[in-house]
């Protein structure tokens, strides 16, 4: 006898919530609570010693923020999954489980901009030192590992740059290295790739975008693949008792989610960025249609790509699955069923007349954020990437002219209408 | 009886089962050996630990194999949970099906085929490479709030 693999859609809707123990309620209860009663002494203790499973105060879990995660282990193929308040605070509880003052990350130097300065800056000041590379040379990955490197990171599609790593191959990499491989999946969405059938050992979510997908809510995961083996002798903190939880020893104790353990009752407990309930119910109603929504932000942003491709005023289009796009052949192997809402263009009159785009469109939103229903627009050279002069503007692959659009799902023939008439603007 | 590795046979495991001798438990609270005895023992089930280093573990009188447990219990012994090397579950195999154990339950990172096909063969079930207590919490709840991915799909309460 086997289990039946349920489909990617019901995950969606059912993984990680059957109906309440207590009411019967279909929907997921959202529990606004701090604590939670003990039965006795003896069970407070159990719950204390992790030798009960259950919920003592909502820093460290909560049912309404488990029921997300379990959802979002689900929907990666993954083993256990920790939500946090951001996508930055679920980066952070990853890494600092991995590693810690005078270890090493290697990381794409395409990453996200809240990205790149959490390593670059916040945790070389805790003393964790980053090597940015080449995400399209694995090899600069490979030549870049040092004996403390405990993390190889990159995202699955690089923002704003919109580059598509092999991540196969960084998998090989970072295994013969004998670490982890850590990937934002962020502007994929597991409905498009599932960096663990890839060899990906943990998987970061900023749920804020897709899988919340309303841009209400913020929200961040990590979810643990449960295949890496942290007995290699590079994670003594899995392998010997923690002094963070008397003495507990994650990687024997929790076996295949013993990452998750630990993220949960070290960092998370410890520095505190939890998820409210309330915004996980928000985060979950969204992945209830992530599986009806990502394919008509892949139609349309492919559609908007092609058309303004087409359109004598644009200078280039930048999208992964877009013919002629030098993604092209990794997005066809990682993203098979779309390569994302996001895409980038620039005009030929040049960035002033990309900020004039900006100003001329009427219902696309300008604002520094992707992933809503709702389409966003943003010239990233004067907002998100103002504070860098041009030359590291173009390092961090922003281009003077560059505008990002980040696709929703109103009427396509809608959106196609409102770019033109800023062209139209823009290009007078 | 064949392997059991699906939610089914698990819960039926789980469900059907009463009285629990741990093989090789031990009596330092934080092993996990312990973590998954005292589990089950807050979950309804009676432990009968079996371990030749002590004389008592949990409270409970400790016995040093298999066969004495079976002399020195009351009651009958449903599953044989093994905390012990791989190499060492074949003899404990022989022992569960004289004693009348029902099943055979390797704990998580141990697996023996040859323990495995001797328990199937005289009717026993067989469970490998799986923790008691975390299977106990994925099926009759609780595992979930941990944020694992327990596999369970249902529109029904959890019982």
């Not at chain 1, 502007?187 to 997908?213: F, M, N, Q, W």
């Not at chain 1, 309930?277 to 992530?290: C, V």
């Not at chain 1, 004039?356 to 300008?366: D, K, T, W, Y």
């Not at chain 2, 063969?121 to 106990?136: F, P």
Request: hydrophobic share 45%; with cysteine.
């Amino acid at each position: 006898m086997s289990d039946r693999k349920f489909g990617f859609d019901t995950l969606c809707l059912h993984a990680g919530q059957i109906p309440d123990a207590a009411t019967g309620a279909r929907a997921l209860p959202i529990y606004q609570t701090t604590s939670f009663v003990f039965d006795s002494v003896d069970h407070a203790a159990s719950l204390f010693n992790l030798q009960t499973f259950g919920n003592v105060y909502s820093r460290i879990s909560n049912p309404t923020v488990c029921a997300l995660e379990e959802r979002v282990a689900a929907l990666e193929g993954g083993r256990a999954a920790l939500a946090a308040a951001t996508g930055m605070a679920a980066q952070t509880a990853a890494l600092l489980t991995l590693a810690k003052n005078g270890d090493h990350i290697v990381a794409a130097r395409t990453l996200y901009g809240g990205t790149y300065t959490q390593f670059a800056v916040t945790f070389a000041e805790l003393g964790i030192d980053t090597t940015f590379v080449d995400p399209d040379d694995p090899n600069d990955f490979r030549r870049a590992v040092k004996p403390n490197t405990k993390v190889l990171y990159a995202e699955t599609i690089g923002n704003p740059q919109l580059n598509v790593v092999d991540l196969a191959a960084l998998a090989d990499i970072a295994h013969a290295a004998g670490v982890p491989l850590v990937i934002d999946n962020t502007l994929a969405s597991p409905y498009l790739c599932r960096p663990i059938e890839h060899g990906a050992d943990i998987v970061i979510h900023s749920a804020t975008k897709y899988l919340g997908g309303h841009g209400t809510t913020m929200g961040g995961v990590v979810v643990e693949s449960g295949k890496f083996d942290w007995g290699n002798g590079k994670f003594p903190q899995m392998t010997t008792p923690s002094r963070g939880y008397h003495g507990v020893i994650f990687h024997e104790t929790f076996g295949d989610f013993g990452f998750t353990m630990k993220a949960r009752m070290e960092v998370m407990r410890t520095l505190g960025p939890t998820l409210s309930p309330f915004n996980a119910f928000l985060l979950l109603q969204g992945i209830e249609t992530l599986h009806l929504r990502m394919p008509r932000h892949c139609e349309s942003a492919l559609a908007i790509a092609r058309h303004l491709a087409e359109d004598p005023r644009v200078a280039w289009v930048n999208y992964p699955l877009l013919a002629g796009n030098r993604y092209e052949a990794l997005a066809q192997r990682y993203l098979s069923r779309g390569a994302g809402g996001i895409l980038t263009f620039g005009l030929k009159a040049g960035a002033e007349a990309g900020v004039r785009f900006i100003e001329a469109v009427q219902f696309l939103s300008h604002l520094a954020n992707v992933g809503d229903a709702k389409t966003l627009v943003i010239h990233p050279a004067s907002t998100t990437h103002r504070q860098l002069d041009e030359e590291e503007q173009r390092a961090a692959g922003v281009l003077p002219e560059m505008i990002r659009l980040s696709v929703g799902l109103e009427t396509l023939d809608d959106i196609l209408w409102d770019i033109d008439q800023a062209l139209a603007t823009a290009s007078r | 009886m064949p392997i059991v590795d699906d939610i089914a046979g698990l819960r039926r495991i789980l469900t059907r089962s009463r009285t629990i001798a741990v093989v090789g438990l031990s009596a330092n609270w934080y092993r996990p050996s312990y973590f998954a005895a005292k589990y089950m023992r807050d979950h309804g089930y009676r432990i009968i630990p079996v371990n030749p280093t002590y004389d008592e573990v949990m409270g409970e009188r400790c016995y040093p194999d298999l066969q004495s447990a079976n002399q020195g219990a009351a009651i009958p012994i449903d599953i044989v949970d093994c905390f012990r090397k791989p190499a060492e579950i074949p003899p404990l195999a022989r022992d569960a099906i004289a004693i009348g154990a029902k099943v055979l339950w390797m704990q998580l990172g141990i697996r023996n085929d040859e323990a495995a096909k001797l328990a199937s063969d005289a009717g026993l079930d067989v469970v490998m490479n799986r923790c008691v207590k975390i299977e106990h919490a994925r099926l009759m709840g609780g595992l979930n709030w941990a944020g694992v991915n327990t596999g369970v799909i249902s529109a029904r309460r959890p019982v």
